[in-house]
């Protein structure tokens, strides 16, 4: 698994990265990953052709929650926070194509969910990347909607 681009182990049930390979998956099934969060938009310069059908074939749940990197809201991230609360218990790879638009969903979720202060989020929001005016305005959106420190 951690040969995923980008790859981050939150604890023993979540792990985050980018777009993971066919073989990646196969891996991950293999090693008892449960469910599969997928946040990349459907694109052919990164994403597998069917990957709901191959994580499906693997004995996986699959979700897709498509996130335009360009233009993310918070109604996405608010159809995110019902899908990873009902994987508590299971192991669970959440990803998209470079793990940005996940670190920063997974630093709002710690927060909302697992106590995170802002600092602790911040720097998972800024693990693989330094966010840009959308993803900091995005975030700030989201904590004052959330009612989250910040």
């Not at 073989?23 to 990957?51: C, M, T």
């Not at 470079?98 to 989020?121: I, K, T």
């Not at 989201?142 to 989250?148: A, V």
């Amino acid at each position: 698994m951690d040969q995923i681009k980008n790859y981050a182990q939150i604890d023993e049930l979540i792990a985050t990265g980018g777009q993971p390979t066919e073989e990646q998956l196969r891996e991950a099934a293999e090693a008892g990953w449960q469910v599969v969060v997928n946040l990349g938009l459907h694109d052919q310069s990164y994403s597998l052709p069917d990957e709901a059908a191959l994580v499906g074939s693997l004995g996986m749940e699959y979700h897709h929650i498509p996130v335009k990197f360009d233009a993310p809201t918070f109604e996405d991230f608010q159809r995110f926070v019902p899908v990873m609360d009902g994987t508590v218990g299971r192991r669970v790879l959440v990803h998209c194509a470079a793990n940005y638009r996940v670190s920063s969903f997974m630093s709002l979720y710690g927060q909302l969910r697992f106590g995170w202060p802002a600092a602790r989020a911040d720097s998972h929001a800024r693990l693989f990347w330094e966010l840009d005016e959308v993803w900091s305005a995005f975030i700030r959106e989201c904590r004052e909607k959330l009612g989250l420190e910040g």
